[in-house]
């Protein structure tokens, strides 16, 4: 069974950045598309990013395009999301995932999630 931990969370200003982490156990991390989710309070579990399992292509939330970036070390079974130029509605748990199906984003694979905060 593929574990997925989070890394990186915290408290920042909005404008401000933080790279989070995602390390795979297993040795099929690079056969998968990774991915973000995320939920805020009060508010449903919403996609934010996707990497195919090259790192040729990727797919974003309108809301994040141009501020997030996501991206994979297959060498390291680690995807990153940098996320620039954040504002206080990016406040979620983010969760790492594991990508079953591209098109319809299925995820079969959750990581536990990361807190992210972003102060007004």
């Known amino acids: 069974q593929v574990q997925l931990v989070e890394s990186g969370g915290g408290l920042v200003q909005a404008g401000g950045s933080l790279r989070l982490s995602c390390a795979a156990s297993g040795r099929t991390f690079s056969s998968y598309a990774m991915g973000w989710f995320r939920q805020a309070p009060g508010k449903e579990r919403e996609f934010v990013a996707a990497?195919?399992?090259?790192?040729?292509?990727?797919d974003y939330v309108d809301s994040v395009k141009g501020r997030f970036a996501i991206s994979r070390d297959n060498a390291k079974n680690t995807v990153y999301l940098q996320m620039s130029s954040l504002k206080p509605e990016d406040t979620a748990v983010y969760y790492c995932?594991?990508?079953?199906?591209?098109?319809?984003?299925?995820?079969?694979?959750w990581g536990k999630g990361t807190l992210v905060t972003v102060s007004s």
């Open positions: 990497i195919s399992w090259s790192g040729s292509t990727s």
């Open positions: 995932v594991r990508v079953s199906r591209w098109g319809p984003r299925e995820v079969d694979c």
